[in-house]
T-cell receptor
Framework: NAGVTQTPKFQVLKTGQSMTLQCAQD?????MSWYRQDPGMGLRLIHY???????DQGEVPNGYNVSRSTTEDFPLRLLSAAPSQTSVYFC???????????FGPGTRLLVL | AQSVTQLDSQVPVFEEAPVELRCNYS??????LFWYVQYPNQGLQLLLK??????LVKGINGFEAEFNKSQTSFHLRKPSVHISDTAEYFC??????????FGPGTSLSVIP
């Protein structure tokens, strides 16, 4: 099993550009989530999904969109990048909400 | 709102010395508790978790944690640390709404 994979590993964007961060898991987990990690703030939940076709907002959803068309994939879209979105983004999955989460290696994003 | 506090943002400790990383949470109901570790430039991985039963939980790499309901704490301990334990450690709690809240993290630095 590859576990949770994320692409790209690194990305530099200019303010106003859009992009999609990819996340995939091969463990048949129903629950998937996106976090951003900033120094001194731990992990903050952006969006999550409890199954294909179902998504919901987390703690810091503004400026991000998600969709869940399949169990395996959960892409995160930045609609119009801003410097405040410079962060490390982690995707995670688990069998169900609230259970042990498996994290991807992260995407490091710099918005200029 | 439920929250997780990690009182120490940075903990330096000499190799082979014991260490305790503190975690307190606010909750009036039963919770699940987790400790995750993040090695440099990697995603998070589970160290240990408390669901129910014995209040002393053993995890990977020689770590253990004790659940104290009266003090709402879940401190992480290791009797003798190794250089390879240098990492960021996150305490997390599953809330009554099945969401997982992460603490801000404690950076453990092991000094040779």
């Amino acid at each position: 099993n590859a576990g949770v994979t994320q692409t790209p590993k690194f990305q530099v964007l200019k303010t106003g550009q859009s992009m999609t961060l990819q996340c995939a898991q091969d463990m048949n987990h129903e629950y998937m989530s996106w976090y951003r990690q900033d120094p001194g703030m731990g992990l903050r939940l952006i969006h999550y999904s409890v199954g294909a076709g179902i998504t919901d907002q987390g703690e810091v959803p503004n400026g991000y969109n998600v969709s869940r068309s399949t169990t395996e994939d959960f892409p995160l879209r930045l609609l119009s990048a801003a410097p405040s979105q410079t962060s490390v983004y982690f995707c995670a999955s688990s069998y169900s909400q609230g259970e042990t989460q498996y994290f991807g290696p992260g995407t490091r994003l710099l918005v200029l | 709102a439920q929250s997780v506090t990690q009182l120490d943002s940075q903990v330096p400790v000499f190799e082979e010395a014991p260490v305790e990383l503190r975690c307190n949470y606010s909750s009036s109901v039963s919770v699940y508790l987790f400790w995750y570790v993040q090695y440099p430039n990697q995603g998070l991985q589970l160290l240990l978790k408390y669901l129910s039963g014995s209040t002393l939980v053993k995890g990977i790499n020689g770590f253990e944690a004790e659940f104290n309901k009266s003090q709402t704490s879940f401190h992480l301990r290791k009797p003798s640390v190794h250089i390879s334990d240098t990492a960021e450690y996150f305490c997390a709690v599953k809330t009554s709404y099945d969401k997982v809240i992460f603490g801000p993290g404690t950076s453990l630095s092991v000094i040779p």
